[in-house]
């Protein structure tokens, strides 16, 4: 599939932002209208606290050594990360990640974005991706079994991380296949920063990666928020 920018999408006001999310997946919010994004991700649902507390943390393109533990820069450095949804180790992940240029870094290095087209996934229910045969770990949670795709109900929902996620056959080639077939059901996306800027990636839907560049951006800050959802699939306090 042919990789797109969304440069020029523009944020229509908040009330509109429910369903800008379910059409694309995501919401780009220039920095203009971006002046106020608690107020903004508040609308969407409650803001989910880290284990310490946190509603926010702050991204950077760190070397291995210097990364937090068990953090997705202290596999892969400051280099391009593998597309992945947020917090897979938790048996609820958010809804939702935000992100917020605070700096974009002295070279360019983007953020790609991977749609899922959960009419097609749904209809075609690919083996490879609805059998629970995955082992999710860490973030402080007993691991489970669980599917790269999850239905629920009227929700799907994809959960995967390379890093935290290890398949039950233990085949060296399985992170690659699904890897391969969760692009095939995607349309593909790319987002240049710029400071004050905002993306917000429907994180039950979407994969999400730092691109390539990192090691020429080493002042690339962005900030992070986690959203979970008021009608009861996700606890506002289910990743304390």
Avoid at 96 to 119: K, M, N, R
Avoid at 139 to 163: A, W
Avoid at 208 to 221: I, L
Wanted: charged content about 25%.
């Amino acid at each position: 599939m042919d990789r797109q920018t969304f440069h020029q999408h523009r944020f229509r006001g908040a009330e509109l932002a429910s369903l800008e999310l379910k059409t694309n997946g995501w919401l780009h919010i220039p920095s203009a209208l971006a002046t106020s994004p608690v107020a903004i991700l508040s609308a969407l649902g409650p803001l989910i606290p880290s284990r310490e507390g946190l509603l926010h943390r702050d991204l950077m393109p760190l070397k291995r050594d210097s990364a937090p533990p068990a953090s997705m820069s202290s596999k892969t450095g400051p280099g391009e990360q593998p597309m992945h949804t947020d917090a897979a180790f938790y048996p609820t992940p958010p809804r939702y990640i935000a992100f917020q240029c605070l700096e974009p870094g002295e070279a360019s290095c983007p953020t790609h974005v991977w749609t899922l087209d959960l009419a097609r996934l749904k209809r075609d229910r690919p083996t490879l991706l609805t059998t629970a045969g995955w082992v999710a770990h860490g973030g402080g949670c007993l691991p489970f079994y669980c599917s790269v795709m999850e239905v629920r109900r009227e929700e799907t929902r994809i959960r995967f991380d390379p890093f935290c996620m290890r398949p039950i056959c233990r085949r060296i080639d399985a992170v690659d296949k699904v890897k391969q077939a969760l692009g095939d059901y995607s349309q593909h996306f790319s987002f240049e920063w710029k400071t004050g800027s905002m993306l917000i990636v429907d994180n039950w839907r979407c994969l999400h990666a730092r691109g390539s560049g990192g090691e020429k951006a080493p002042s690339r800050r962005l900030r992070r928020w986690s959203i979970g959802v008021d009608y009861g699939l996700v606890d506002r306090f289910s990743l304390r």
